[in-house]
């Protein structure tokens, strides 16, 4: 029983054959072998991971690991002031303090929630801060900006929390800063943050720098901006500077010296107010600007930081502050009879002795045009000039032709001869005078009589800039040579600023003068004649505007005798010459000769 037990329950090892061997023996050899395989492959990829980082990757990692304890610290460059042409401050530095974030030390996930945290604070859109980040490398050991110049009320929170964000940090940066607010504002111009373009058009530049958006600012920025430097310091894994390994100071940019006189652009911009137009001033010799101002205007401060809506929508709700109304052109009016009178002269059809029969008005095509008043009887370019009398100027350009007062207005600086380069504002425009032939092509229009006769009297389809008006009447003070208008002083006396010789004869341009200086002692800018500024010459005028009230417009220069400074002035819908634009020519001459002295008439001077 026990024997047939053991044969069903199990074998011994007397019945098995020779050569057999037990089944579940052969499986921990499997497993073993399994193991080894295993074993062996993790082991190759480590070691093919290794050759990877240490052969193939070595030098890149070698300096990815050097860059977590080693940084390079960008250190701006101050921009260079501006100063006007007596030395005094027009764009100057102040301190103030900046956010950088270091791209390395967070991950582009971490970047969202440094985003999400800084946003509130710094008053700014989460994901416009993920935007610049996004444009530099990611593991970028160069700190990006996030914002500059912060005020109190955010800089004193934020300073609290930089602290527990890996990374983020508060820096104190020179800030730009226009001291005297809007004044010359379409000089200066404004700053900004280098966009992505300027990175792309100029690699030298770093994240985070300023440059010039507008102005002299902007054409002038290479030598404004300076060279930012570096500091190589080594930080522990906190962030904490160990110590200084190597410094490259910044270099600040260079001063910029402008012809502008601060007290002359100060009195033209408040003499001027409220009111939409533009003042020009110039050094009848030389060309250099004194003045150059234009309303409505803009605060460049307000881009000295991120604008806010409520700023942008203030300067929405004003009618184009940044267009530059001293380079836009404008009917001339009645200053235009400079001009027509060179023309007349000029054109050998007329002497500066001529004298002709001036009327009520004078029928062309049909259409009376009409003189101011019934007439000045028989007058000459003196009388013709002071009295501003229309009926002799159209029998001037009908004589004279469109071809030879275009001509000759071209020659007194007004359309494409004059180089707005030179000023680099940028945004200029020339005035026009169309001729026939050019009216055809421009307008798909015939010339007709009617736009001579309108012509000549600065109406119709010429146009004028401020700045125009002013070369034209320092062409005729200083003697015939049209001068070439310019910002900085170190063109003035350059060969690129050198005078041009008109042409116009000495005869001609003496009887304009004493038509000019006529019209301040007898006859419409009289105004400009009482004691307190040396006797000057000019001429008023006044376009006419459909629909609206009259341009009012005035051109002058001083000392009649000894000219120095030519001005020209617009007042939008102002009505008269010699009601809104002539009393600010007087202010800016008041600023330049300086108000006369009052005299004590209880000292009595004896015999």
Do not use: C
Request: overall charge neutral.
């Amino acid at each position: 029983m026990q024997r047939q037990i053991s044969s069903i329950s199990g074998f011994r090892a007397s019945d098995l054959t020779l050569g057999e061997t037990p089944r579940k023996q052969s499986r921990p050899i499997q497993r073993a072998i399994v193991l080894m395989l295993i074993a062996t492959g993790l082991l190759s990829l480590h070691v093919g991971r290794l050759v990877q980082l240490q052969l193939v990757e070595g030098k890149q990692n070698r300096e990815r690991a050097e860059n977590n304890r080693v940084r390079e610290v960008p250190k701006p460059a101050n921009r260079g002031h501006i100063v006007d042409r007596q030395g005094k401050l027009l764009a100057a530095n102040n301190l103030a303090r900046s956010i950088y974030l270091w791209p390395k030390e967070q991950t582009p996930e971490q970047w969202k929630v440094t985003a999400d945290k800084l946003s509130p604070l710094l008053k700014i859109p989460a994901q416009e801060i993920l935007e610049k980040l996004k444009q530099v490398d990611p593991s970028s050991y160069r700190p990006v900006r996030l914002r500059q110049a912060m005020p109190p009320e955010v800089f004193v929170p934020l300073a609290e929390l930089v602290g527990q964000m890996r990374g983020v940090e508060v820096r104190p940066e020179a800030r730009r800063f226009y001291p005297e607010g809007s004044l010359a504002a379409h000089v200066l111009g404004y700053i900004g943050e280098a966009t992505e373009t300027d990175l792309k058009a100029h690699p030298e530049y770093p994240m985070g720098m300023i440059v010039g958006q507008m102005g002299i600012e902007a054409s002038s920025n290479s030598k404004i901006a300076g060279v930012w430097g570096y500091r190589l310091i080594e930080t522990n894994a906190q962030n904490q500077e160990l110590r200084l390994i190597g410094e490259t100071p910044p270099k600040p940019g260079e001063t910029v010296q402008l012809t502008i006189d601060l007290k002359m652009q100060k009195a033209a911009e408040e003499a001027l107010g409220n009111r939409r137009g533009a003042v020009v001033a110039l050094d009848v010799k030389t060309g250099a600007v004194l003045v150059l101002a234009s309303h409505p205007t803009f605060d460049p401060n307000l881009f000295t930081r991120k604008i806010t809506k409520e700023d942008w929508q203030n300067l929405q709700d004003l009618e184009n502050p940044f267009l530059n109304r001293a380079m836009q052109g404008y009917p001339p009016g009645s200053t235009f009879k400079i001009v027509t009178s060179v023309a007349g002269m000029e054109s050998g059809k007329f002497s500066p002795d001529s004298i002709l029969n001036t009327s009520a008005y004078i029928t062309v095509g049909g259409i009376d045009f009409n003189e101011h008043s019934g007439g000045y009887g028989d007058i000459g370019f003196r009388e013709a000039l002071a009295f501003s009398s229309n009926t002799f100027f159209y029998q001037i350009g009908m004589s004279a032709g469109p071809e030879a007062i275009a001509k000759w207005g071209h020659r007194l600086g007004i359309g494409k001869d004059t180089d707005l380069k030179l000023l680099g504002l940028g945004g200029g425009a020339h005035g026009q005078m169309p001729t026939p032939e050019e009216k055809e092509k421009i307008y798909k229009e015939p010339w007709y009589a009617g736009d001579t006769v309108t012509m000549s009297i600065g109406q119709g389809l010429v146009l004028v800039t401020p700045l125009e008006a002013a070369v034209m009447v320092s062409s005729i003070a200083n003697g015939g040579n049209r001068v070439k208008p310019h910002l900085l002083t170190s063109m003035t006396g350059t060969p690129e600023t050198k005078p041009v010789p008109t042409g116009i004869k000495p005869g001609t341009i003496e009887v304009i003068k004493q038509g000019l200086a006529a019209v301040v002692t007898e006859g419409t800018g009289r105004g400009l004649n009482d004691g307190s500024i040396p006797l000057t010459a000019g001429k008023t005028g006044t376009s006419e505007v459909i629909g609206q009230k009259d341009h009012s417009l005035y051109v002058a220069y001083g000392p009649a005798e000894k000219p120095e400074i030519a001005i020209a002035v617009v007042v939008e819908n102002g009505g008269f010459g010699s009601i809104a634009a002539a009393p600010i020519a007087k202010e800016v001459f008041q600023a330049y000769f300086g108000k006369p002295k009052k005299v004590d008439e209880s000292v009595v001077v004896s015999p």
